[in-house]
T-cell receptor, first 112, second 116 residues
Framework: GAGVSQSPSNKVTEKGKDVELRCDPISGHTALYWYRQSLGQGLEFLIYFQGNSAPDKSGLPSDRFSAERTGGSVSTLTIQRTQQEDSAVYLC??????????FGQGTRLTVV | GENVEQHPSTLSVQEGDSAVIKCTYSDSASNYFPWYKQELGKGPQLIIDIRSNVGEKKDQRIAVTLNKTAKHFSLHITETQPEDSAVYFCAAPKGGFSGGYNKLIFGAGTRLAVHP
């Protein structure tokens, strides 16, 4: 596609439920990143993929968070047993092995 | 690890004035410094970047300067317009950029308001 696509754009979930956030990177981009942006805050690194492997998961806040990438393309970020502090905008970015990272519009997650 | 500090957190200017946003970083291996603009409800958009082998880069009304010795870099916007109003983020890669891996550490952001 023309840009990084994320779905859903908004998600409201009840505390304790699991959620899946999807990212479609720019076609051909080998690197994919997930970031989290809390209200009024900067961007917090979560995880990085090169192809289907994740050499850096150091930013995942807890074991409730996991991510996978299949076919070197689509990635899914899963949050299990959601908590209110998980409420944030989750941003995905992709890169073609170069420095420039291009972001999607994000998924706004609200845990009630 | 890399720490990126950004200031000011908010900046208000009159249309036509210049705006300057400054960032400092801690990792001397950092070698790539992008700036992103984030409008309300949208993802960050790369607007300009600079690599460590140059001290300044310009693109129309925006410019970025880099001082590697002092470990700081700045975004300069001249002749500001209302559409420049947004949140701006600086970033630096932890440990430098190599082989396609670009773990960017972001500053906390600057909310720029340009008043007509």
């Amino acid at each position: 596609g023309a840009g990084v696509s994320q779905s859903p754009s908004n998600k409201v979930t009840e505390k304790g439920k699991d959620v899946e956030l999807r990212c479609d990177p720019i076609s051909g981009h080998t690197a994919l990143y997930w970031y989290r942006q809390s209200l009024g805050q900067g961007l917090e690194f979560l995880i990085y993929f090169q192809g289907n492997s994740a050499p850096d998961k150091s930013g995942l806040p807890s074991d409730r968070f996991s991510a996978e990438r299949t076919g070197g393309s689509v990635s899914t970020l899963t949050i299990q047993r959601t908590q209110q502090e998980d409420s944030a905008v989750y941003l995905c970015a992709s890169s073609l092995g170069r420095v420039e990272a291009f972001f999607g519009q994000g998924t706004r997650l609200t845990v009630v | 690890g890399e720490n990126v500090e950004q200031h000011p957190s908010t900046l208000s200017v009159q249309e036509g004035d210049s705006a300057v946003i400054k960032c400092t970083y801690s990792d001397s291996a950092s070698n790539y410094f992008p700036w992103y603009k984030q409008e309300l409800g949208k993802g960050p958009q790369l607007i300009i970047d600079i690599r460590s082998n140059v001290g300044e880069k310009k693109d129309q009304r925006i410019a970025v300067t880099l001082n590697k010795t002092a470990k700081h870099f700045s975004l300069h916007i001249t002749e500001t317009q209302p559409e420049d109003s947004a949140v701006y983020f600086c970033a630096a890669p932890k440990g430098g950029f190599s082989g396609g891996y670009n773990k960017l550490i972001f500053g906390a952001g600057t909310r720029l308001a340009v008043h007509p």
